[in-house]
């Protein structure tokens, strides 16, 4: 019954629950770790807790369905103007908009080996044609992307840092790539992680926006600002795009609690620093373990690293299970060796380590 674009789709494999594992080896959930999605560990802001508290009451009305607080807050402190943000159910649910915004049968959509998992389906999704790009050292080939830019393609997914590879570009890199994207192609550049780039490694995809108004900026409050599960996400482009975006999105995409706990956090700027901090630590933590055990790993720039455990990742996948750890398998992006690990608080890192270490040893 399907159309043909979603018949080939298989589903979005999220990290396995803490309940289901809890459930299928009968393992106390308190026990339980979860380092499989990218998520924050610190547990959520005070201040976005509290305002999600203060708006309990509101439940039975419909939310802002322009979020005005939350662009305003957003427009602050990123120096845009309101007119250019859309926000969205996560910002998975802005790609989706996108694709169906600007793309369609008849059209590309170029992303690179090893992207995100939402390209690839948001683009069959629609019935476009994806092209994948054979990735360089696990990173975005950006010349061989803007070189595989046909008549056709409408538009080019970049992830800054990638997900599952961590990998990034800098500015520089990224702005001769936009130099070689015709006008007529619209480039995304994906910035879910960009909070946990500091010093002279941050790229500001939005400082480009001017100069490049075939760019769209795409963001998010689940990773350093710790709201996955409410999800909140938004795009920032020209008001053009926005525009456009604003025709097709859901009227009321984002709820009132995910709206109040987003301008919330904005304004939490300590909690954005224990994000980065904790994940620094932690990133050191796992590179320093992973060098003692002699593993590869992808130096990553995100809140998340992938290990090259070899070629029986799935049994030590499963070893880790049955001693209550989550980490994410990414065979299903290509990468059959790596397991994605999310950093998590210095205990949780330490119990990741030992668990995997008593798996390579069971496994040798
Ligand atoms: N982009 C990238 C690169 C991601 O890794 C993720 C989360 N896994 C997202 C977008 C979507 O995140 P959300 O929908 O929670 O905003």
């Known amino acids: 019954l399907a159309v043909k674009g979603v018949q080939a789709l298989s589903p979005y494999q999220p990290g396995k629950p803490i309940d289901e594992l809890s459930r299928e080896l009968g393992l106390n959930p308190g026990s339980i770790i979860k380092l499989a999605s990218n998520e924050n560990p610190l547990g959520p802001s005070s201040k976005a807790l509290a305002a999600v508290r ?63 998992a939402v390209y690839p389906l948001v683009t069959q999704a629609i019935g476009a044609t994806g092209v994948s790009v054979p990735a360089k050292d696990y990173g975005h080939d950006l010349e061989a992307m803007a070189g595989a830019v046909t008549e056709r393609t409408k538009l080019v997914f970049v992830a800054n840092p990638n997900n599952p590879t961590g990998t990034v570009h800098g500015a520089e890199a990224i702005e001769a790539f936009l130099d070689l994207i015709p006008a007529r192609v619209l480039v995304v550049l994906d910035e879910a992680y960009c909070e946990y780039l500091q010093g002279d490694g941050y790229v500001d995809g939005l400082s480009l926006l001017e100069r490049y108004p075939n760019l769209i900026v795409t963001r998010t409050f689940s990773k350093a600002w710790g709201l996955a599960s409410l999800r909140a996400g938004y795009s920032i482009s020209s008001p053009e795009i926005a525009n456009i975006l604003n025709r097709v999105r859901q009227p009321f995409n984002v709820d009132t609690l995910a709206l109040a706990a987003a301008t919330a956090v904005l304004s939490d700027e300590q909690y954005l620093q224990r994000s980065r901090a904790v994940n620094a630590q932690g990133m050191k933590q ?15 720039a995100g809140n998340f690293i992938a290990v090259d455990v070899g070629e029986q990742a799935a049994e030590i996948n499963q070893l880790l ?3 209550g750890v989550i980490v994410r398998p990414i065979a299903g992006y290509g990468m059959p060796r790596h397991l994605r690990v999310s950093i998590g608080l210095p205990e ?16 040798a």
């Open 348 to 363: 949780e890192n330490d119990r990741f380590i030992e668990s995997l270490a008593r798996a390579l040893d069971t496994l």
């Open 54 to 116: 203060d708006v309990l009451d509101e439940l039975c009305r419909y939310p802002d369905g322009n979020g005005f607080d939350l662009k305003q807050a957003l427009a602050a402190r990123y120096g845009v103007k309101p007119s250019q943000i859309t926000l969205g159910n996560g910002s998975n649910d802005v790609l989706e908009v996108i694709a169906r915004c600007f793309a369609d049968p008849t059209s590309e959509v170029v992303f690179s080996q090893y992207a995100f």
């Open 321 to 323: 299970l049955e001693q």
């Open 286 to 300: 796992l590179e320093t373990a992973f060098n003692e055990l002699g593993l590869d790993y992808i130096p990553s």
